[in-house]
């Protein structure tokens, strides 16, 4: 071919048309300027004469880089609208464009990367561990996904299989599934002694079956759950008992890995102490353990929220990490709390209203010893072992033999919505009631003006023992000034608010009948000697 030669900087003349991607950017520059000619091979060009006579300035081989700009002239631009969706083998990769990161699976890889734009171009461009496109097509794919591969979040989402999901108008990616352990046919002794020593050793016959059967069906349901990837509603497991009880035990060896193996801590966010949950979107399993809560009734009433929020989602979830946008995901979560059997705990509680009623179980564990040797720091860790390998056995019952019973009458619409009826220890519920905020607004009223059936306790000034008329400005503001302390300090947990009265004094006449709503204020009713 005739065409002009330049000088070449190993010797030698070289084709124009192989030079003319890098002279067209030289063309412009002032006298002895340098610019960077393409940024992809690092090639640098200036004056060092006429137009003419080019000197290129690179760190790399010359002839190197003049391979790519032919290279590059000769590159056919692929569109990215004709590649496979980002996954294995696929140049593609979604943006999050929260933090301008290219979430990619790369070459030959089975899981996501987080990279910036630099990283991600690397894998794009290298022939030897990447896919070795042009430069031009490498410039493009980034565009194109900035503008159509966006997404919200990305991580593991609680119930979600791995995979791409947009729903209520977010988009995001679960880059690790829930990961169950796969059921076995085989024995569970231990696990079974265990369960019957905690739950049903110590009680009568039909509450310790109950006990049972409910907890079987609560792990059961939740199993089968998450291997359908549908979202189930369930009721929250609460579970009271003494020291060497085996809370914890079941809590976090039995519970969390049957759930996948994935749990957070969810006290300070369930007690009102932070609004900050961004650490739940993940786990499966949120617990509260023995941490004393607080019994005030505004802890109580944010308690009893916050189970309703995560055992009954009203289709979508808030999430909010502090120092990130708040994601809305539809997740599956269960919620256990382990308490003390003592009064401070018990008190905690929220109360069993009838909106949270049949959100919660209520279940009893008793103290016992575990039947086989575990006292030495070698035999610990052989029960452990064996209670972990006995869980896919576990599992495999609970498939396979054990079936949830059908709901009693009545219950029907309970088991509709959560896959079988609640189940509250009778003695419990009894506590729980006589712990409540009510109860107490009734105990302190009798301690304040009824005088005559609290005598022996000083500090009372009471009035008379007889029915009284009573508005609730009144009320409140002789319980808050109580000469007796305890009368004052109970009155400031109970009705730290003039709003919290009202409902208390609802509450007290749909149950004790003491209490009536009068045509002005409020009659109560002196307790019966029985009282």
């Given at each position: 071919?005739?065409?002009?030669?330049?000088?070449?900087?190993?010797?030698?003349?070289?084709?124009?048309?192989?030079?003319?991607?890098?002279?067209?950017?030289?063309?412009?520059?002032?006298?002895?300027?340098?610019?960077?000619?393409?940024?992809?091979?690092?090639?640098?060009?200036?004056?060092?004469?006429?137009?003419?006579?080019?000197?290129?300035?690179?760190?790399?081989?010359?002839?190197?880089?003049?391979?790519?700009?032919?290279?590059?002239?000769?590159?056919?631009?692929?569109?990215?609208?004709?590649?496979?969706?980002?996954?294995p083998?696929?140049?593609?990769?979604?943006?999050?464009?929260?933090?301008?990161?290219?979430?990619?699976m790369?070459?030959?890889?089975?899981s996501?990367?987080?990279?910036?734009?630099?990283?991600?171009?690397?894998?794009?461009?290298?022939?030897?561990q990447?896919?070795?496109?042009?430069?031009?097509?490498?410039?493009?794919?980034?565009?194109?996904?900035?503008?159509?591969?966006?997404?919200?979040?990305?991580?593991?989402?609680?119930?979600?299989?791995?995979?791409?999901?947009?729903?209520?108008?977010?988009?995001?990616?679960?880059?690790?599934?829930?990961?169950?352990?796969?059921?076995?046919?085989?024995?569970?002794?231990?696990?079974?002694?265990?369960?019957?020593?905690?739950?049903?050793?110590s009680?009568?016959?039909?509450?310790?079956?109950?006990?049972?059967?409910?907890?079987?069906?609560?792990?059961?349901?939740?199993?089968?759950?998450?291997?359908a990837?549908v979202?189930t509603?369930?009721?929250?497991?609460?579970?009271?008992?003494?020291?060497?009880?085996?809370?914890?035990?079941?809590?976090?060896?039995l519970?969390?890995?049957?759930?996948?193996?994935?749990?957070?801590?969810?006290?300070?966010?369930?007690?009102?102490?932070?609004?900050?949950?961004?650490?739940?979107?993940?786990?499966?399993?949120?617990?509260?353990?023995?941490?004393?809560?607080?019994?005030?009734?505004?802890?109580?009433?944010?308690?009893?929220?916050?189970?309703?929020?995560?055992?009954?989602?009203?289709?979508?979830?808030?999430?909010?990490?502090?120092?990130?946008?708040a994601?809305?995901?539809?997740?599956?979560?269960?919620?256990?709390?382990?308490?003390?059997?003592?009064?401070a705990?018990?008190?905690?509680?929220?109360?069993?209203?009838?909106?949270?009623?049949?959100?919660?179980?209520?279940?009893?564990?008793?103290?016992?010893?575990?039947?086989?040797?575990?006292?030495?720091?070698?035999?610990?860790?052989r029960?452990?072992?064996?209670?972990?390998?006995?869980?896919?056995?576990?599992?495999?019952?609970?498939?396979?033999?054990?079936?949830?019973?059908?709901?009693?009458?009545?219950?029907?619409?309970?088991?509709?919505?959560?896959?079988?009826?609640?189940?509250?220890?009778p003695?419990?519920?009894?506590?729980?009631?006589?712990?409540?905020?009510?109860?107490?607004?009734?105990?302190?009223?009798?301690?304040?003006?009824?005088?005559?059936?609290?005598?022996?306790?000083?500090?009372?000034?009471?009035?008379?023992?007889?029915?009284?008329?009573?508005?609730?400005?009144?009320?409140?503001?002789?319980?808050?000034?109580?000469?007796?302390?305890?009368?004052?300090?109970?009155?400031?947990?109970?009705?730290?608010?003039?709003?919290?009265?009202?409902?208390?004094?609802?509450?007290?006449?749909?149950?004790?009948?003491?209490?009536k709503?009068?045509?002005?204020?409020?009659?109560?009713?002196?307790?019966?000697?029985?009282?």
């Amino acid at each position: 071919y005739a065409l002009p030669l330049w000088p070449s900087p190993c010797g030698g003349v070289v084709s124009a048309d192989v030079c003319r991607p890098v002279a067209r950017i030289a063309r412009g520059i002032r006298w002895g300027q340098s610019l960077e000619a393409d940024h992809h091979t690092g090639t640098t060009v200036s004056y060092a004469g006429s137009e003419e006579e080019i000197r290129l300035s690179t760190p790399i081989d010359p002839l190197t880089a003049l391979k790519k700009a032919v290279a590059a002239a000769q590159e056919v631009v692929l569109d990215p609208s004709t590649m496979s969706e980002p996954g294995p083998g696929s140049p593609l990769a979604y943006y999050l464009h929260e933090k301008s990161k290219f979430v990619f699976m790369g070459a030959g890889s089975d899981s996501w990367n987080v990279m910036d734009i630099g990283r991600y171009n690397a894998h794009l461009s290298n022939k030897h561990q990447g896919f070795g496109l042009g430069p031009k097509t490498v410039l493009g794919i980034p565009c194109y996904c900035e503008k159509n591969l966006k997404i919200d979040y990305v991580g593991q989402v609680a119930g979600k299989r791995e995979g791409f999901f947009e729903e209520n108008g977010t988009r995001f990616l679960v880059t690790r599934g829930v990961r169950l352990l796969k059921p076995e046919e085989g024995r569970w002794d231990l696990w079974e002694k265990i369960l019957h020593l905690v739950f049903a050793a110590s009680e009568s016959p039909e509450v310790g079956q109950a006990q049972l059967t409910h907890i079987h069906s609560w792990l059961k349901r939740s199993y089968m759950s998450l291997v359908a990837g549908v979202v189930t509603n369930q009721q929250a497991l609460i579970i009271l008992g003494n020291a060497d009880s085996g809370k914890s035990l079941i809590q976090h060896k039995l519970i969390t890995p049957i759930l996948g193996g994935q749990e957070v801590k969810a006290f300070d966010y369930f007690t009102g102490r932070t609004d900050f949950n961004g650490e739940f979107i993940e786990a499966t399993h949120l617990f509260c353990d023995d941490n004393r809560m607080m019994s005030d009734r505004q802890s109580r009433e944010s308690f009893a929220g916050r189970i309703k929020e995560f055992t009954v989602p009203v289709g979508i979830t808030r999430y909010h990490a502090k120092g990130a946008t708040a994601v809305s995901l539809r997740t599956m979560h269960r919620v256990s709390v382990m308490q003390n059997l003592d009064t401070a705990d018990i008190r905690s509680l929220p109360e069993l209203s009838h909106s949270l009623g049949d959100k919660i179980s209520l279940l009893r564990a008793s103290s016992f010893m575990i039947p086989v040797p575990n006292r030495e720091i070698c035999e610990r860790i052989r029960v452990e072992e064996q209670l972990e390998a006995e869980l896919p056995a576990y599992i495999w019952w609970l498939l396979n033999v054990f079936q949830i019973p059908a709901p009693a009458e009545g219950e029907e619409a309970e088991a509709t919505r959560f896959g079988f009826a609640s189940f509250k220890h009778p003695e419990l519920i009894a506590a729980v009631k006589s712990e409540s905020a009510e109860a107490g607004l009734l105990d302190i009223i009798d301690m304040h003006y009824f005088r005559a059936v609290n005598e022996s306790l000083p500090g009372v000034t009471g009035v008379a023992f007889k029915e009284m008329n009573v508005s609730k400005r009144v009320l409140r503001d002789d319980l808050l000034g109580s000469d007796n302390k305890f009368v004052a300090n109970r009155a400031r947990q109970l009705i730290w608010h003039s709003s919290a009265l009202h409902p208390l004094l609802k509450a007290l006449e749909s149950d004790s009948g003491r209490v009536k709503k009068a045509r002005r204020g409020w009659t109560i009713q002196p307790p019966s000697e029985e009282d």
